[in-house]
């Protein structure tokens, strides 16, 4: 294979970075790449192969747990409520949605602790403030079982498939309108994202 300058070789197939079209790289997809980024392609030397020590995988932008939301991740320009933190820091408490009681309910773990009683109760302490992040709060893993539920995919515990803290979160009730659609959005789209 003749690798000039400019070109980059995706999953075999050369592509070269001068192509008046750039829209074969699709966003929160997984890719093998060939890079010489050194410009020292190698010889051939005993059937190993000229990218022998060139080749990687790559994942294009995507809303991950714990990726900032932006606007690159999330598609379109967040709400100020949710840009810039995390799914992973705003679910373990680690940031607020917002200090003003008319827009958020504030820390999740003064509601959601072990022992309060709700259906969603994770192995954490109540944390006394509601309106003040919880930087001492430990981080959930979206995969861990709480009750009999994850947030993220195969949704783990004795609950049907489709039962999960995602699809809870987006139909809670009284206090749906609390939990931001905003929020609810970038739950839905880091699940649509493949939730990773």
């Known amino acids: 294979m003749d690798v000039r300058y400019g ?15 750039y829209n074969w790289v699709a966003t929160c997809n997984t890719y093998t790449v060939a890079i010489d980024i050194f410009h020292q ?29 932006t606007t690159r991740t999330l598609g379109h320009q967040p709400d100020p409520l949710i840009q810039g933190k995390t799914l992973q820091g705003l679910i373990s408490g680690r940031q607020l949605l917002s200090e003003d009681p008319a827009k958020s309910l504030g820390n999740c773990s ?33 995969y861990a079982v709480i009750g009999d539920a994850s947030w993220a995919p195969p949704y783990g515990g004795s609950g049907p498939d ?23 959005e970038a739950l839905q789209k880091w699940v649509d994202d493949g939730a990773y």
């Open 41 to 69: 392609t190698q010889t051939e030397q005993q059937h190993t192969g000229v990218f022998t020590n060139d080749v990687a995988s790559v994942r294009t932008q995507c809303l991950t747990w714990t990726s900032p939301i």
């Open 162 to 184: 489709f039962y999960n803290w995602t699809a809870a979160f987006q139909r809670a009730m009284p206090y749906g309108s609390l939990k931001p659609a905003s929020l609810r």
């Open 7 to 21: 070109d980059l070789v995706l999953d075999g197939t050369m592509r070269n970075l001068d192509a008046t079209t």
């Open 110 to 142: 003064f509601c959601h602790y072990k022992g309060s009683g709700h259906h969603y109760s994770p192995d954490v302490s109540r944390f006394p403030s509601r309106y003040l992040p919880n930087h001492n709060a430990p981080l959930v893993d979206p």
